[in-house]
């Protein structure tokens, strides 16, 4: 399935039953060099909209919300130790987390890639 | 030239070419080691006489090695802490224009009165009956901190803003449970200081964030959405931190006490309107003081700072001991709820002792020296130095929220650098090659890129000329394409650009002793 974009700059993309998040690549541009990631215990269970990740960078700290309502089924611990990932793969290998959603349904409602590159032109 | 005994007098002519030299010293500017990393083990500095031979009765706890203090004699120890205070840039050697910090001038009468020794060698424990000085000026300055706020009670310990900030929100916290509600949620502006979130998510309460207009304000409607029953307190700014007054301010208090909440006012920006305001004739319930800010007590490099909390008539019983009285028998210090009075209900013990001393002597030689009208006028000169200040750049640079007036702070965006290549951080580092310390940058978060400049009322018309027309130069260098320039800069500073990335991603947390260099040629 293709990925979707919240207007918070969260992509995910459902594979499997399996959703994976991050955050996009504008958003790690206007963060600047990432220098940490706040991860969730895994078991966590989101409601949409939740804080699921805090994301530092030299510039700003920021939270990072749960697209979809759904439980953290695995983190991406690789960025405990090279936060920079998400600066050099924000949509690949600098994902932040896996989620089992609570409807899947939910992801579908979400932006696809030309109505969050259309919302972008609008910032 | 030469003069009459033959000494050429001019200098050759500049190289630009960098100099390594042999001591790493870079002309009288020495590359001065921490302290540890100087010494020898067989010298001191002091002369002390052989203790008496007695006994031992540590035991197997005597201490074994050297301790490893660093051997060095008086003047040794005297050049160091002094080529390390030559290294400070301080608000006594420039312009400091830090934004929302408020680096003004600390007069030289407040260091002279906090000197004095009925003030300056007193201690916190000593019998009430042999401070009664110090502790009547406790009280007169909370006398003259009421007056400026017009509000009804003074909780003046608290050591910094905050701490302040704590004090104020757990006074509102009292006095909701007091009346048995139990609010969860805290509303804060997107523009507040970050630590107004991080002061009502320690205190237990939920944040939900108050957008601003596009004129860089909070309007009265963005509020009243968001109130509820569930909303303890609104945080506000006011003048906020992109430098402008909070015109709706009174709607917006209105608002909040009409749903059963309070306000908390940050009073980090009162400076801008001492004299001319009152925050109580604004409807704010609480606020903090920034002692070192707005009435001009050292700041900078750890404090020590100040920030008394004012309180409303609404929440004065639940002001927090410690604090002083003055009765017809002398000065008090009121520590217990039951010395604090029967209509009081103080919601905790706020410090152990009196508060920061030396900066109260300092901030109530400033209000006596300047005033009222000194005060008033303070604080009309901050804003009339910031409103110059951006008169001066607005051609050259972008204004975030239009050309209107400003208050005490100057906020631009980076938007006059696009497609220059040069970045808000390039400008900041480019600004210490030309001897001035940068503005505040990426604050607030609201502004892209943002630069917030505040010169407070300290600077004179020739000294903000100078900055004005240097940061013109920058400006206009960096859109002549001298990028490069940017992004190498500082180049003239004692360091380079620092790594902040490498800093942040893999901190050196621990001082390592370095090994002798006889042990390391090994």
Same mark, same amino acid.
């Given at each position: 399935m293709a990925t979707r974009y919240t207007r918070e700059h969260e992509w995910i993309r459902?594979?499997?039953?399996?959703?994976?998040? !991050?955050?996009?690549?504008?958003?790690? @541009?206007?963060?600047?060099?990432?220098?940490? +990631?706040?991860? %969730?215990?895994? $078991?966590?269970?989101?409601?949409? !909209?939740?804080?699921?990740?805090?994301? @530092?960078?030299?510039?700003?700290?920021?939270? +990072?919300?749960? %697209?979809?309502? $759904?439980?953290?089924?695995?983190?991406?611990?690789?960025?405990?130790?090279?936060?920079?990932?998400?600066?050099e793969s924000a949509d690949g290998a600098g994902w932040f987390l896996k989620l089992k959603p609570a409807n899947p349904g939910e992801v579908e409602a979400l932006m696809d890639e030309a109505a969050y590159q259309a919302y972008l032109e609008t910032i | 030239m030469l003069n009459s005994e033959g000494r050429p007098t001019a200098p050759a002519a500049a190289s630009a070419v960098e100099e390594k030299t042999f001591t790493g010293n870079r002309g009288l500017q020495i590359e001065e080691p921490l302290i540890f990393e100087t010494g020898r083990e067989d010298v001191t500095g002091v002369d002390l006489p052989e203790p008496p031979k007695a006994p031992s009765r540590l035991g197997s706890h005597a201490r074994k090695a050297a301790i490893g203090l660093p051997g060095l004699t008086e003047p040794e120890a005297m050049r160091h802490y002094v080529r390390l205070s030559q290294k400070n840039y301080a608000i006594d050697s420039g312009l400091y224009p830090l934004g929302s910090c408020t680096m003004k001038h600390n007069p030289r009468l407040n260091e002279k009165m906090a000197r004095l020794p009925g003030f300056a060698d007193i201690h916190p424990l000593q019998p009430l009956s042999t401070v009664q000085g110090a502790i009547e000026l406790i009280a007169e300055l909370g006398r003259w901190l009421l007056a400026s706020t017009g509000m009804a009670s003074v909780a003046v310990s608290p050591k910094a803003g905050a701490h302040g900030e704590a004090c104020g929100m757990m006074a509102i916290k009292a006095a909701l449970e007091a009346r048995g509600d139990k609010r969860k949620t805290v509303l804060v502006p997107?523009?507040?200081?970050?630590?107004?979130?991080?002061?009502?998510?320690l205190i237990g309460y939920s944040v939900v964030d108050v957008p601003a207009g596009p004129d860089g304000r909070v309007h009265p409607d963005a509020v009243k959405e968001r109130l509820s029953g569930d909303v303890a307190a609104i945080m506000l700014t006011n003048p906020n931190t992109c430098g402008l007054f909070e015109r709706d301010v009174t709607a917006i208090a209105d608002a909040v006490h009409a749903a059963g909440?309070?306000?908390?006012?940050?009073?980090?920006?009162?400076?801008?309107?001492?004299?001319?305001?009152?925050?109580?004739?604004?409807?704010?319930?609480?606020?903090?003081?920034?002692?070192?800010?707005?009435?001009?007590?050292?700041?900078g490099g750890g404090g020590p700072g100040a920030g008394p909390v004012v309180f409303s008539e609404r929440l004065a019983r639940h002001a927090p001991v410690p604090f002083v009285r003055l009765t017809a028998d002398g000065a008090e210090f009121v520590e217990t709820r039951r010395q604090a009075g029967k209509t009081a209900e103080p919601f905790g013990r706020i410090t152990a002792f009196h508060g920061q001393m030396g900066m109260f002597v300092r901030a109530l030689s400033y209000m006596l020296s300047h005033g009222a009208d000194g005060m008033r006028q303070a604080s009309e000169d901050a804003v009339l130095n910031a409103n110059y200040i951006k008169a001066g750049l607005a051609d050259l640079m972008s204004l975030p929220y239009g050309d209107g007036p400003c208050m005490h702070e100057a906020l631009f965006d980076d938007r006059f650098l696009e497609g220059t290549g040069v970045t808000t951080l390039d400008f900041a580092k480019a600004m210490i090659d030309e001897g001035y310390h940068?503005?505040?940058?990426?604050?607030?978060?609201?502004?892209?890129?943002?630069?917030?400049?505040?010169?407070?009322?300290?600077?004179?018309?020739?000294?903000?000329?100078?900055?004005?027309?240097?940061?013109?130069?920058?400006?206009?260098?960096?859109?002549?394409?001298?990028?490069?320039?940017?992004?190498?800069a500082p180049m003239l500073a004692p360091r380079r650009r620092l790594d902040e990335t490498r800093a942040a991603r893999s901190p050196k947390l621990k001082w390592e002793k370095p090994q002798p260099w006889s042990e390391a040629a090994e």
């Amino acid at each position: 399935m293709a990925t979707r974009y919240t207007r918070e700059h969260e992509w995910i993309r459902l594979e499997g039953g399996v959703a994976t998040m !991050g955050i996009t690549p504008y958003a790690q @541009e206007q963060l600047g060099d990432i220098v940490f +990631v706040d991860l %969730p215990e895994v $078991g966590k269970k989101l409601a949409k !909209g939740d804080e699921a990740a805090v994301v @530092e960078s030299v510039k700003a700290a920021s939270e +990072v919300y749960a %697209p979809i309502a $759904g439980e953290v089924i695995e983190v991406n611990s690789a960025l405990t130790d090279s936060p920079g990932m998400v600066n050099e793969s924000a949509d690949g290998a600098g994902w932040f987390l896996k989620l089992k959603p609570a409807n899947p349904g939910e992801v579908e409602a979400l932006m696809d890639e030309a109505a969050y590159q259309a919302y972008l032109e609008t910032i | 030239m030469l003069n009459s005994e033959g000494r050429p007098t001019a200098p050759a002519a500049a190289s630009a070419v960098e100099e390594k030299t042999f001591t790493g010293n870079r002309g009288l500017q020495i590359e001065e080691p921490l302290i540890f990393e100087t010494g020898r083990e067989d010298v001191t500095g002091v002369d002390l006489p052989e203790p008496p031979k007695a006994p031992s009765r540590l035991g197997s706890h005597a201490r074994k090695a050297a301790i490893g203090l660093p051997g060095l004699t008086e003047p040794e120890a005297m050049r160091h802490y002094v080529r390390l205070s030559q290294k400070n840039y301080a608000i006594d050697s420039g312009l400091y224009p830090l934004g929302s910090c408020t680096m003004k001038h600390n007069p030289r009468l407040n260091e002279k009165m906090a000197r004095l020794p009925g003030f300056a060698d007193i201690h916190p424990l000593q019998p009430l009956s042999t401070v009664q000085g110090a502790i009547e000026l406790i009280a007169e300055l909370g006398r003259w901190l009421l007056a400026s706020t017009g509000m009804a009670s003074v909780a003046v310990s608290p050591k910094a803003g905050a701490h302040g900030e704590a004090c104020g929100m757990m006074a509102i916290k009292a006095a909701l449970e007091a009346r048995g509600d139990k609010r969860k949620t805290v509303l804060v502006p997107e523009s507040a200081h970050g630590t107004n979130p991080a002061t009502a998510a320690l205190i237990g309460y939920s944040v939900v964030d108050v957008p601003a207009g596009p004129d860089g304000r909070v309007h009265p409607d963005a509020v009243k959405e968001r109130l509820s029953g569930d909303v303890a307190a609104i945080m506000l700014t006011n003048p906020n931190t992109c430098g402008l007054f909070e015109r709706d301010v009174t709607a917006i208090a209105d608002a909040v006490h009409a749903a059963g909440a309070y306000f908390y006012a940050d009073g980090a920006n009162f400076n801008a309107i001492v004299g001319k305001v009152r925050p109580g004739d604004l409807g704010v319930d609480a606020m903090h003081i920034n002692l070192h800010k707005t009435f001009s007590t050292p700041h900078g490099g750890g404090g020590p700072g100040a920030g008394p909390v004012v309180f409303s008539e609404r929440l004065a019983r639940h002001a927090p001991v410690p604090f002083v009285r003055l009765t017809a028998d002398g000065a008090e210090f009121v520590e217990t709820r039951r010395q604090a009075g029967k209509t009081a209900e103080p919601f905790g013990r706020i410090t152990a002792f009196h508060g920061q001393m030396g900066m109260f002597v300092r901030a109530l030689s400033y209000m006596l020296s300047h005033g009222a009208d000194g005060m008033r006028q303070a604080s009309e000169d901050a804003v009339l130095n910031a409103n110059y200040i951006k008169a001066g750049l607005a051609d050259l640079m972008s204004l975030p929220y239009g050309d209107g007036p400003c208050m005490h702070e100057a906020l631009f965006d980076d938007r006059f650098l696009e497609g220059t290549g040069v970045t808000t951080l390039d400008f900041a580092k480019a600004m210490i090659d030309e001897g001035y310390h940068p503005m505040t940058m990426y604050f607030p978060l609201v502004v892209h890129g943002a630069m917030l400049i505040e010169p407070t009322e300290s600077e004179s018309k020739a000294s903000i000329d100078l900055f004005v027309a240097t940061l013109r130069d920058l400006v206009m260098r960096a859109k002549r394409g001298e990028v490069e320039r940017f992004r190498q800069a500082p180049m003239l500073a004692p360091r380079r650009r620092l790594d902040e990335t490498r800093a942040a991603r893999s901190p050196k947390l621990k001082w390592e002793k370095p090994q002798p260099w006889s042990e390391a040629a090994e």
